[in-house]
């Protein structure tokens, strides 16, 4: 391990919260994990995304990221929208307060009713295909306002993580942009149809570097230029450059940031920051990911021919992508004692394993870590966004407690965000 350093190190506030959460029993045998909220880190982050760009800018929260109704109310309050892409997300979004203007809709296998339902909600509608474009041409109510455009797949290539790329030659997202006839007949349907107003564009999540993005925008920049050019009008308003801002899971530092985002941005598209479009964004991982962390209960710790192995309930249900793609999304871990006290004994390789009976179900492979015992506690960091938000129904484990938390001085204060389901609760979702 080249950075022991920081595998063990965890900020004073991580320390406070473990400490509390530990003392107040906030885990415990009944319930030995749990996730939880910075709230005022929701709003700092908020505040930095805003400050990196311009008034034109309209951001929207990619709710599959942490669809948490308290968590859209909260970013609700502090002028974030929703881009919600199925029908469940979109409940979300309502619940939470929002309304059709603050909405976009990106589902890929919209029904018909669905369509209605986006349309008459006078929600931004993104369609996906040549099919897709002719039932909304058939559905769309007289008088119609609100957004619709394409989504477009500019076809510029993969980042590091194929399942996170959404630009490939073969996408199954949008309309690929570079494929024969299909950049004629899109322009040809936006000149021929006034309702179509805006493009969308989402190059892909975690691994895209910011020059391939920026190559994929440009299309589109390119695109919106030439059907206005052609139309004689402003015929495109609006952009959606969608989310994609990675995220550093090796420590604390939050780089790249919204900053260094948008001065690339502006460097390589001046379009995007001229007014010449209204802008929105469509961030999801860089919003919350930082912003919320798991501590689990350590129920066991045994050795198997030379290897340390801690049993945590902290697994597959809690973390699918890092148990089943390891390399891609390894995360963080710190390790804290029976008192919440910052663990400081020798450090040692240790599997870390969640408690799903599959031989896979393991969080961090020969991580080291102070050497664990039984009744201590590992935080899992970075795990805001599609981690505790997102879970896995695997071996009938109930999705976990949330809580929200702020720290005034010394004290970290908790509120419940969502409760730990039930065993009957279980029973009734699986059926
Ligand atoms: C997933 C997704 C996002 C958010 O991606 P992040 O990497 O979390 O920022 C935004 N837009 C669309 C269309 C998506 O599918």
């Given amino acids: 391990m080249d950075n022991k350093r920081s595998e063990t190190a965890t900020t004073n506030s991580h320390s406070l919260l473990a400490q509390k959460a530990i003392q107040n029993q906030l885990i415990n045998e009944s319930q ?3 996730g939880f909220i910075n709230i005022d880190g929701v709003k700092q982050t908020v505040q930095t995304l805003k400050q990196a760009f311009p008034e034109h800018f309209e951001h929207y929260f990619a709710v599959k990221a942490n669809s ?3 968590v859209l109310a909260l970013l609700k309050t502090l002028g974030i ?6 029908p469940g997300e979109l409940q979300q979004a309502l619940n939470a307060g929002f309304t059709g203007k603050d909405i976009v809709f990106d589902e890929p296998a919209k029904t018909p009713s669905i369509i209605k339902k986006i349309l008459n909600l006078g929600a931004c509608l993104h369609i996906d295909n040549f099919d897709e474009m002719e039932r909304v041409r058939v559905l769309l109510p007289p008088n119609h306002q609100g957004e619709i455009g394409y989504r477009i797949n500019p076809q510029v290539g993969s980042g590091d993580i194929k399942a996170m790329s959404t630009a490939g030659q073969h ?7 570079k494929d024969s006839g299909n950049r004629t007949r899109i322009i040809q349907d936006y000149l021929a149809t006034p309702w179509l107003n805006t493009i969308h564009c989402h190059i892909g999540s975690q691994g ?7 190559e994929g925008l440009k299309c589109i920049v390119e695109l919106a230029q030439e059907i206005n050019q052609k139309a004689g009008e402003q015929r495109i308003t609006s ?3 969608g989310g994609g801002l990675a995220v550093n899971f090796k420590n604390d530092e939050i780089t790249p940031s919204f900053q260094d985002y948008a001065d690339f941005l502006q460097e390589h598209i001046p379009a995007l920051f001229t007014g010449e479009f209204r802008v929105k964004t469509e961030f999801g991982r860089a919003i919350m990911a930082k912003n919320g962390v798991i501590i689990s209960r350590i129920e066991y710790t045994k050795n198997s021919g030379g290897r340390d192995i801690v049993i945590t309930h902290a697994g597959a249900q809690i973390a699918a992508r890092t148990v089943f793609m390891p390399d891609a999304w390894s995360l963080r871990l710190s390790a ?7 663990k400081n004994t020798p450090l040692v390789e240790q599997d870390i394993v969640g408690p799903c009976c599959f031989a896979g179900d393991v969080i961090a492979h020969q991580r080291t870590l ?3 015992t039984n009744n201590d506690y590992v935080m899992i960091h970075d795990t805001g966004a599609y981690y505790f938000a997102n879970p896995f129904f695997y071996n009938s484990l109930p999705v976990i407690a949330v809580y929200g938390y702020q720290i005034n001085g010394q004290q970290p204060t908790f509120n419940l965000y969502r409760q730990q389901q039930t065993l009957e609760q279980m029973a009734a979702l699986i059926g």
């Fill in 32 to 34: 030995p994990l749990a």
């Fill in 68 to 70: 948490m109704s308290t």
């Fill in 239 to 241: 952009l959606d450059i």
């Fill in 171 to 177: 996408s199954k997202f949008g309309v690929a942009l």
């Fill in 81 to 86: 929208r929703a881009e919600t892409a199925s």
């Fill in 370 to 372: 102070p050497k664990l």
């Fill in 208 to 214: 895209c570097s910011f020059a391939l993005i920026a």
């Fill in 336 to 342: 804290f004692d029976h008192q919440g006290q910052v």
